[in-house]
């Protein structure tokens, strides 16, 4: 019997300890173990049952004298009693005592030394152990070397949670512990929630340093300048950050200190569905990559060809693969603090302009209503777009309350005299169902004049329902697609949806009114 440490307790386990295998290793384990199989090019294909995303309703963080008054308590941050949490740990602990195998990596979260946080992942799956080992930032081999964990992480798929004993909803769990610096998941094989709890940690621990922790990618321009995109899943931080023509420093999680943004990570985790090498060339070469985790993409079994349009298994396939496979990466993942602010929405109303130009009020006022729309789903009858606000565009994540990082964001944009811009990569010429999606190559022709500096010098109409400031023509793009009310067919049916958009958005602030100063009250869309 041997001893795994996790952070003052040695837990003795039957297991064999694997400790910080490298990537061809891991694969070679989970091929041995039958956890997947090797795609044609080489990437690994996994499966991930039941669940394809995360469990966001099964996510408990642990309610004591330290989070009480620190944590946003709510829809996205539900409590557990310590008690429940202490029979969780023994029980998890007794599962440990009977694996045969784990693996355990030691990694960073954030690549700024100075503002990262020592992470110790234990997984019962090689592939896991691979995909967390492939997502954070991977310590040199002197940095392992005086390595101590600050906080840990039990993965273990098999683990069935009891909602008696534990506190659970059902099966499944994910549970945080900020004062034991513990953080225990079961009952899923989606990899993201390891990944989204070392998010989690980041925005908990960062805004005592004061920095900014944000859900965004992020790159440089050719003169050096940062550009951050905030955004909902689905909207294009990833495509858009992806720019053969800037250096990428992250597609996903970051912080903005005083001299620095940086990547919280070192790889990339891309939506595979309906991938193709023309619209996204740097993220397709990755699925011929050996070393890309491929998660519930479809492969036939006897050429191992995949199909990047098949979402028999999921819609939500994705690729994780180390940032070094985009050519364009920043070696250090970090850049110097951002010039442009970008948030995105894919508005299926069809109501927002491609771009706009906004003030540091009405920036934190959208930051705060983290607004997108998701489009109708499958339901019979159901053909209406569905309005999804997520404070700070990544309500799930945040454990303090959204004022917390608005007013850091106001006071990093103030600092730095950032240009902020709203970009709307969802429909135009009427809603979903009516309009179509905007095109990315109007989108892409939009952002690089934004972030070259050159369509700040564009003559702007202000917005009649939001404020903000719309250009009126821009070199290479179609000036009708500026001016949403243009390409919808019937004005009044537009005037009508806007409306209807600007009330979700003023119903929803509301939660936030009494935590904002005036200026931001004052950003808020015109209601009729």
Excluded at 229 to 247: C, E, M, N, P, V
Excluded at 375 to 380: D, Q, R
Excluded at 428 to 443: D, E
């Amino acid at each position: 019997m041997t001893a795994i440490t996790i952070g003052t307790t040695a837990v003795e386990t039957n297991a064999a300890i694997a400790q910080n295998l490298g990537t061809a290793a891991l694969v070679e384990e989970a091929l041995k173990n039958g956890e997947g199989h090797l795609a044609k090019d080489g990437p690994l294909v996994v499966k991930t049952g039941a669940h394809t995303g995360r469990s966001a309703q099964d996510k408990f963080t642990v309610k004591d004298a330290l989070t009480e008054d620190t944590v946003w308590w709510g829809k996205s941050n539900k409590p557990m009693d310590p008690a429940h949490f202490a029979n969780l740990k023994e029980d998890f602990f007794a599962a440990l005592k009977d694996k045969t195998q784990l693996y355990v990596a030691d990694l960073f979260g954030g690549s700024q030394p100075e503002h990262r946080v020592n992470v110790r992942v234990i997984n019962e799956l090689a592939w896991h152990n691979l995909f967390i080992r492939t997502m954070l930032v991977r310590p040199s081999a002197e940095e392992l070397a005086g390595f101590a964990p600050e906080y840990t992480i039990i993965d273990l798929p098999s683990f069935k949670a009891d909602p008696e004993r534990h506190g659970s909803r059902g099966d499944t769990i994910i549970a945080v512990n900020f004062t034991e610096k513990l953080i225990l998941i079961g009952g899923t094989q989606y990899g993201g929630e390891m990944k989204k709890s070392v998010f989690g940690l980041l925005n908990y621990l960062l805004p005592e340093q004061g920095i900014m922790p944000m859900h965004c990618s992020a790159n440089i321009g050719p003169d050096g300048d940062t550009a951050i995109f905030f955004g909902l899943s689905g909207t294009g931080k990833t495509t858009l950050s992806a720019d053969a023509s800037r250096t990428l420093i992250g597609d996903d999680e970051h912080g903005w200190s005083d001299t620095a943004v940086f990547n919280f990570e070192g790889g990339c985790y891309a939506k595979m569905i309906r991938l193709s090498a023309e619209s996204e060339p740097e993220i397709y070469a990755t699925t011929k990559r050996f070393g890309t985790v491929l998660e519930n993409v479809v492969m036939d079994a006897d050429s191992r060809e995949l199909d990047l349009d098949d979402n028999t298994l999921a819609e939500n396939t994705r690729a994780a693969y180390p940032i070094d496979f985009i050519p364009n990466a920043s070696e250090k993942n970090m850049g110097p603090v951002p010039k442009n602010v970008v948030m995105l929405t894919a508005d299926a109303f069809g109501v927002l302009p491609p771009i706009a130009r906004m003030t540091p009020e009405q920036a934190m006022y959208h930051f705060l209503s983290g607004y997108t729309a998701k489009v109708a789903g499958t339901e019979i009858g159901v053909t209406e777009p569905e309005a999804t606000f997520s404070t700070c565009f990544g309500a799930p994540f945040m454990p303090r309350h959204p004022s917390v990082y608005g007013n850091l964001l106001k006071e990093r944009i103030a600092k730095g005299g950032v240009t902020c811009w709203l970009v709307n990569t969802g429909w135009t010429g009427g809603k979903y169902g009516v309009g179509s999606r905007m095109p990315i190559k109007a989108t892409r022709a939009l952002l690089n004049a934004a972030l070259d500096g050159s369509l700040n010098n564009a003559e702007f109409r202000i917005d009649p329902n939001f404020g903000f400031e719309v250009p009126v023509a821009v070199p290479g793009v179609d000036s009708n697609i500026l001016d949403p009310r243009s390409t919808w067919a019937d004005g009044a049916d537009y005037d009508a949806t806007a409306q209807k958009l600007v009330n979700l958005f003023i119903d929803n602030f509301a939660q936030f009114a009494d935590h904002v100063d005036e200026g931001v009250r004052e950003a808020a869309p015109t209601a009729a």
